[in-house]
C-alpha cells in the first residue's frame, strides 16, 4: 500500500536510495491494475512489455551509479487521444481502434526524455465529447470510489487511474472540464493550463480553440511537478505561447494571506446541490482563517457561456472531424464508389454523440445560420472572457464548486441538456483560455467534491500556492477509496 | 428557429455522414430542443462587440524556412486502410 499511495518525490527518493528498483516499482503497479481493472476500466491498452523493458533500462543506469531526474522511472498512462508512437492511439473510438501513431505527441515525448515509464492508454470518451466516460465505444469506466457511478469525463479514465492507485500520474486534456470534472468526481488534482500553455502537437483535436492537455494527480506538488515538465512553448504547435517557462514547484507555500479570493455569484445558482454548496463554503471558511480576503463579486455573462460553448466546441469538432474519411488511416467501410465511402465510413466509424456535435457543429456552420449562431457565440465568448478580465483585475485568484452535484450514477443521466449543464462550472475556463485546478474538498455520501480555483492566464503558480495551502491544511487528499483498503 | 427532417438531412449530407431512420428523427428532435436552448443567447445585444476567436492570440506565427526531413512512407503508409505503390487507393470516384 505504501508505494502506490507515494508521492512522485517520494518514489524519486525510493529509487535514488535503492530502497525499490523501477522494475518493482513498475511491478507494483501493473499489480494494482491486474487487480483493480476488473472493477475500474480505466484502460484500454496496457503496455506491460513496454514497461518492464523501459524500467530494467533506468534500473541499469541507477546500478551504473548515473544520477536520475525527478520524473524518471515513475509509472505514468496517458488519455488515449495523446499519440505514442507505435503503442495505438484509439480515442476510445471505432474509427480508430487500429490506429498506431508513427509519431509521438509533445507532450508524450516530454514524458518520455524525463524517463517516466508508460503504463499504457486510458480509456474516455469518443474524440473527447462527453462528461461520463460512457461515450467510450469499448466500455465504460467505473467510478472507484462508487462503481455504480461514473468518473466523469471525458478523462474519466485518467481521473480513475489515479485514484485506483494503477499509475503514479497520468495525462488528460480538458476542452470544457474534461480533466477538472472527472478530477472532482474521482477525488484527485487535476489542472486545465492556460491555452498555449502546452502544446497540443500529436494530441487528436476535438475544438482547437479550447483543447489543453494537463496532468490529474494525488497531489498538489506532483500536479506542479509534472506540469513543469510538459509546459513549454513548442514550434510544432502553432497556438503554443513562448512564454518562459517556469519550475512550478517554486510557488508550493504553505501561505494565503492577503491574496484576494473573488467567489464569482454566478457560480453559487438555484443548480448547486447544497451538500455541494456547503463542503465548499467550509472550504472558503478554511482559506479565511488562513488569512485570504474573501469576497463576493458577480460575472454577468456566466450564464451565456454555456451556449456559446455547445456552439463553438461543435463547430471546431464538425471541421476537424472531417479529417476522418477512411483514406489515408483509421477505419473504412466498403463501398462502390468514394463519397459514398466517406458517408459510410463515419456512419460507422462514430458514435451517436460524436455524430450529434458534427451535426450541431455543421448546421451552426453552415449557409444562413452562421451569424445567428456561430458569430454570435465568439461575440459572448468575447463578453464571457471580459467578465474573467474584470474579475481577475479585483482579485488574486476565484473559487467555485468544479461540479454542482457529486459524481451521476451510470446511465442516470438521459437528458442531453441537464448532461451538458453538469459542465457548468468548467466550461467558461475555456472559453477565457485561462488556468484553473480542481483539488478534493471533502465528500458527500462518501462521494469526493472539488473546488475550482481559477487565475490570470499563465498564473499557473497562484492556482499552486492556493491549492497547496489548502491541501497542507486539510486532509481530503489522504482519503482513498474502499476499493484499496481491502486484501493487502 | 426551428429545424426540419428535411434541413436535418442536408446538413448530414454535408457533414457526410449516413444516418439511419431513426437517427434523423432522433437527431431532429435533439437539434431542437438544443437550438431552443441556443434562443437564450439572443437575449443579449452584441452589435458592438467584436467576436473572439481565440482566448489567448498570437499573431503571424512564423519560422525560418529550413529544409527538414520527412516521414519515411512506409511509416506514413502503414495506417492505410488501402495503399499501392505510394498512393492510397479509393474506390471510383468518377
Given at each position: ?193 492556460t491555452y498555449g500553455a502546452v502544446s497540443r502537437y ?287 | ?84 505503390e505510394g498512393y492510397f487507393r479509393v474506390p471510383k470516384i468518377v
Open positions: 500500500m505504501k508505494v502506490i499511495n507515494s508521492s512522485i518525490a517520494e518514489l524519486h527518493k525510493m529509487l535514488v536510495n535503492k530502497e525499490i528498483s523501477c522494475t518493482e516499482l513498475t511491478r507494483e503497479f501493473l499489480k494494482q491494475i491486474d487487480k483493480n481493472e476488473p472493477k475500474v476500466k480505466a484502460f484500454l491498452t496496457v503496455t506491460e512489455e513496454t514497461a518492464l523493458n523501459k524500467a530494467a533500462e533506468i534500473d541499469k543506469k541507477i546500478a551504473g551509479g548515473g544520477e536520475i531526474g525527478l520524473l524518471e522511472g515513475i509509472p505514468v498512462a496517458l488519455k488515449d487521444n495523446i499519440c505514442t508512437e507505435g503503442i495505438r492511439t484509439t480515442c476510445a473510438s471505432r474509427m480508430l481502434e487500429n490506429f498506431i501513431p508513427p509519431y509521438d505527441a509533445t507532450v508524450a515525448q516530454k514524458l518520455a526524455d524525463a524517463g517516466t515509464v508508460l503504463l499504457g492508454k486510458l480509456n474516455m470518451d469518443e474524440f473527447a465529447m462527453g462528461s461520463t466516460t460512457e461515450n467510450s465505444a469499448f466500455y465504460p469506466t467505473l467510478n472507484p470510489w462508487d462503481a455504480t457511478r461514473v468518473p466523469g469525463g471525458s478523462s474519466g479514465g485518467s481521473a480513475a487511474a489515479v485514484a485506483a492507485r494503477e499509475a503514479a500520474f497520468t495525462l488528460g486534456t480538458d476542452t470544457g472540464g474534461s480533466i477538472r470534472q472527472p478530477s472532482a468526481f474521482c477525488g484527485v488534482v487535476g489542472v486545465k493550463p500529436g494530441v487528436v483535436a476535438f475544438a482547437s480553440s479550447l483543447d489543453q492537455v494537463g496532468p490529474v494527480t494525488k497531489t498538489v506538488s506532483d500536479n506542479a511537478i509534472v506540469l513543469s515538465t510538459i509546459a513549454g512553448h513548442d514550434p510544432k504547435d502553432s497556438t503554443s505561447v513562448p512564454f518562459v517557462k517556469e519550475d512550478y514547484t517554486q510557488y508550493l507555500e504553505n501561505n494565503v494571506k492577503g491574496l484576494k479570493i473573488g467567489i464569482p455569484r454566478e457560480f453559487f445558482g438555484k443548480d448547486l446541490n447544497s451538500e455541494v454548496r456547503k463542503v465548499i463554503n467550509d472550504a472558503l471558511k478554511i482559506l479565511e482563517e488562513l488569512g485570504a480576503e474573501i469576497e463576493e463579486c458577480t460575472m454577468p455573462h456566466i450564464d451565456y457561456a454555456m451556449p456559446a460553448y455547445y456552439i463553438i466546441s461543435p463547430a471546431e469538432c464538425s471541421s476537424n472531424l472531417a479529417r476522418f474519411d477512411g483514406v489515408s488511416y483509421g477505419f473504412r467501410a466498403e463501398a462502390d464508389e468514394t463519397v459514398e465511402m466517406f458517408k459510410q465510413t463515419r456512419a460507422l466509424g462514430f458514435g451517436p454523440e460524436v455524430k450529434r456535435r458534427i451535426m450541431l457543429g455543421t448546421y451552426a456552420l453552415s449557409s444562413g445560420y452562421y451569424d445567428a449562431y456561430y458569430l454570435k457565440a465568439q461575440k459572448i465568448r468575447t463578453l464571457v472572457k471580459k467578465d474573467f478580465d474584470e474579475a481577475l483585475a479585483k482579485y488574486d485568484v476565484l473559487i467555485s464548486p468544479t461540479t454542482p452535484t457529486i459524481a451521476y450514477k451510470l446511465g442516470e443521466k438521459t437528458d442531453l441538456l441537464s448532461l451538458y449543464l453538469g459542465d457548468v462550472y468548467t466550461i467558461p475556463i475555456n472559453l477565457a483560455g485561462l488556468p484553473a485546478i480542481s483539488v478534493p474538498a471533502g465528500f458527500v455520501n462518501g462521494m469526493p467534491v472539488g473546488m475550482q480555483i481559477i487565475a490570470k492566464h499563465f498564473a499557473e503558480g497562484l492556482l499552486y500556492r492556493v491549492a497547496y495551502t489548502y491541501e497542507q491544511n486539510t486532509a481530503h487528499h489522504k482519503e482513498v477509496p474502499a476499493l484499496l483498503k481491502g486484501g493487502e | 428557429m426551428k429545424i426540419s427532417r428535411k434541413e436535418v438531412e442536408h446538413v448530414a449530407d454535408l457533414a457526410r455522414l449516413n444516418l439511419t431512420e431513426q437517427e434523423i428523427e432522433l437527431f431532429t428532435d435533439q437539434l431542437n430542443s438544443i437550438l431552443e436552448y441556443f434562443a437564450k443567447l439572443q437575449e443579449i445585444d452584441t452589435a458592438n462587440v467584436e467576436p473572439t476567436a481565440h482566448a489567448v492570440q498570437l499573431y503571424n506565427v512564423l519560422r525560418e524556412d529550413q529544409v527538414t526531413g520527412s516521414m519515411e512512407s512506409e511509416k506514413v503508409f502503414a495506417n492505410a486502410p488501402w495503399a499501392e
